[in-house]
């Protein structure tokens, strides 16, 4: 059992930055990969980005590719998502997600989910 808690959502105008921190329980967090996904109201939850398990290796979603960071601490159990440039498109539920294995862009595919947090961006 892995627990995800998100830490670090909160308003911010357009063009500023936000970091978002994942903290997991548990002593198996490296076997792992981490996964962020975000959800706007009406909209079905989409992949945003993930990170393999010693996080050599990153994966972006088209509209987040060179504005947002994905990295992690093994040592601290501890998954981030740094924002930066943000848009209005951003504003959305931002949860984490961790994966055994599978396809890493897919929602139905992570094992366990944080219960998100919100994040919101002002025009």
């Known amino acids: 059992q892995v627990q995800l808690v998100e830490y670090g959502g909160g308003l911010v105008q357009a063009g500023g930055s936000l970091r978002l921190s994942c903290a997991a329980s548990?002593?198996?967090?490296?076997?792992?990969?981490m996964g962020w996904f975000r959800q706007a109201p009406g909209k079905e939850r989409e992949f945003v980005a993930a990170?393999?398990?010693?996080?050599?290796?990153?994966y972006y979603a088209y509209s987040v590719k060179g504005r947002f960071t994905i990295s992690r601490d093994n040592a601290k159990n501890t998954v981030y998502l740094q924002m930066s440039s943000l848009k209005s498109d951003d504003t959305a539920v931002y949860y984490c997600?961790?994966?055994?294995?599978?396809?890493?862009?897919?929602?139905?595919?992570?094992?366990?989910w944080g219960q998100g947090t919100q994040v919101t961006v002002s025009s």
């Open positions: 548990g002593r198996t967090f490296s076997s792992y990969r």
């Open positions: 990170i393999t398990l010693s996080g050599i290796n990153t």
């Open positions: 997600a961790a994966q055994s294995r599978g396809d890493m862009y897919r929602a139905t595919e992570y094992d366990y």
